[in-house]
């Protein structure tokens, strides 16, 4: 990490919490001390830097852990996670109108 926040062009930083959690042999366990650290790790050496840094760690259930972490850029979500909740969110509330209509008529 101390090269790559120095390479030119490398504006910021972004640690894949899965990726990490094989490269520390924990694989599939990102909540290890060992990849918590290594994340960390990387935070202190690309702000030292000055390069912003973020983590994987995608949506808003993540949010606070992200901060606690120190990242400077946040993930709100990936696009089929996002496309998947509003989609789902479309389906509820056609749900909910087909459900007050039928009510209604009853």
């Not at 496309?83 to 008529?105: H, P, T, W, Y």
Request: aromatic letters at 6%; hydrophobic letters at 40%.
């Amino acid at each position: 990490i101390e090269d790559i926040v120095h390479v030119p062009g490398v504006d910021w930083v972004l640690v894949g919490p899965w990726d990490m959690s094989g490269t520390t042999q924990s694989f599939g366990d990102t909540e290890s001390d060992e990849v918590q650290n290594a994340v960390r790790r990387v935070f202190e050496v690309a702000q030292a830097a000055g390069r912003p840094a973020g983590n994987g760690y995608c949506g808003v259930n993540h949010i606070e852990k992200a901060l606690e972490l120190g990242c400077q850029l946040v993930i709100l979500g990936e696009d089929a996670g996002c496309l998947k909740q509003g989609l789902d969110d479309a389906v509820q509330a056609f749900r909910e109108l087909i459900n007050s209509r039928e009510r209604i008529q009853a």
